[in-house]
């Protein structure tokens, strides 16, 4: 994604939530996907990247993907656009660091993210085929799962409660 489409993609999200920008710190990486970032008023806060899903720790390609994004992200300063909330009330956003530098797309052009399950950001779409095309990361696999199918699979598994 070029910087237009993502300043179009920013003042979108502006347009409908104003409010939701957050300057802070990223001090912890939970995964290739989901960051934890202290604001100017010392509140941590969870934030799970808009358009992307890493694949979970426990798969392949888990602990690569959370290293990359720590490498990216960890203990720089960024300003988060929230776009919402997920259906479990976790804050979805835009993550900057420095401004103006989008940790996605570095993860998707490593091959180390899908784009989300349901209404790909076509910019994003783009830069995931040319890392599948180039057999970047996770796309080295004959068969990746994707997280989402892996999220689910691993419920099934679960013992059921009482």
Not at 85 to 91: E, M, P
Not at 131 to 142: E, F, I, P, S, V
């Amino acid at each position: 994604m070029n910087l237009v489409g993502l300043f179009v993609l920013s003042a979108v999200c502006a347009l409908a939530n104003p409010n939701a920008e957050i300057s802070g710190k990223v001090v912890n990486v939970i995964d290739g996907n989901t960051v934890e970032i202290i604001s100017g008023d010392l509140e941590r806060i969870k934030i799970y990247f808009l358009g992307i899903d890493a694949p979970e720790l426990d798969q392949e390609y888990g602990d690569r993907a959370k290293k990359l994004m720590e490498k990216i992200t960890l203990n720089k300063n960024v300003v988060v656009q929230i776009t919402g909330k997920d259906r479990l009330g976790h804050r979805i956003g835009i993550i900057l660091i420095e401004g103006n530098v989008d940790p996605r797309l570095e993860m998707l052009k490593e091959g180390l993210a899908w784009t989300a399950e349901k209404n790909a950001i076509p910019e994003l779409e783009s830069l995931k085929e040319l890392a599948r095309a180039k057999n970047r990361g996770l796309w080295r696999q004959d068969d990746p799962v994707p997280p989402w199918v892996f999220r689910r699979q691993q419920t099934l598994f679960m013992p059921k409660a009482s």
